[in-house]
């Protein structure tokens, strides 16, 4: 799996000095939360995490997690906005 890529970012000046709260529904590998809280961290800023579902065993950063998380979970969870991607995009079958 890749890194995510930044196709939009703020400009650093913007961001120096500034808590910033980076949001995701969950962290499973911790990619895309590590990723932009290092982006944030370069730029000067002070980043936070927060995610709805911590996956501890399936992260990539032992070393690190969310700063604010709502539940630490191993289950597969399928999120209300995810249902009009169809059975075939979530890996639920019949």
Not at 10 to 24: T, W
Not at 34 to 40: G, S
Not at 82 to 93: H, S
Request: negative net charge.
């Amino acid at each position: 799996y890749a890194v995510p890529e930044f196709i939009q970012f703020p400009n650093d000046d913007l961001i120096e000095g500034r808590r910033i709260l980076v949001v995701d529904d969950v962290w499973t590998k911790g990619r895309n939360s590590v990723t932009v809280a290092n982006r944030i961290d370069a730029a000067g800023g002070i980043p936070e995490t927060c995610v709805l579902h911590y996956k501890p065993a399936t992260s990539l950063y032992p070393g690190k997690t969310p700063t604010y998380y709502a539940a630490v979970t191993d289950a597969y969870i399928i999120y209300p906005w995810e249902l009009d991607r169809g059975p075939e995009m979530l890996g639920v079958w019949n």
